[in-house]
């Protein structure tokens, strides 16, 4: 079985840091493309980050420069640095996990990261 668990969440004032943390297990981790997602309340699910086996990343617009993703393979573990915290980075974040080849992805739970002004 597939697990993915996130960590880190928590809250924050504006301008500030937090780091998330997703362990996985039951999955070649390193064959994997890893990635981040978040969902504001009330609004659709989008792709923050992600990180391919090679080390190659992908970010969206809004946290270009402010979020860092980064993989530990011998862990197991991938995380997501946020700097300069915003209001509008407020959401659960969930760690994604992509095998090539297959049709759907893996999910973990979720961590609330909640950015107070």
């Known amino acids: 079985q597939v697990q993915l668990v996130e960590s880190g969440g928590g809250l924050v004032q504006t301008g500030g840091s937090l780091r998330l943390s997703c362990a996985a297990s039951?999955?070649?981790?390193?064959?994997?493309?890893m990635g981040w997602y978040r969902q504001p309340p009330g609004k659709q699910r989008e792709l923050v980050a992600a990180?391919?086996?090679?080390?190659?990343?992908d970010y969206a617009d809004s946290v270009k420069g402010r979020f860092t993703i980064s993989r530990d393979n011998a862990k197991n573990t991938v995380y997501l640095q946020m700097n300069s915290l915003k209001p509008e980075d407020t959401a659960v974040y969930y760690c994604?996990?992509?095998?090539?080849?297959?049709?759907?992805?893996?999910w973990g739970e979720g961590t609330q990261v909640t950015v107070s002004s």
């Open positions: 994604n996990a992509k095998i090539p080849g297959l049709s759907s992805p893996y």
């Open positions: 039951g999955l070649i981790f390193s064959r994997a493309v």
């Open positions: 990180i391919g086996s090679g080390g190659s990343t």
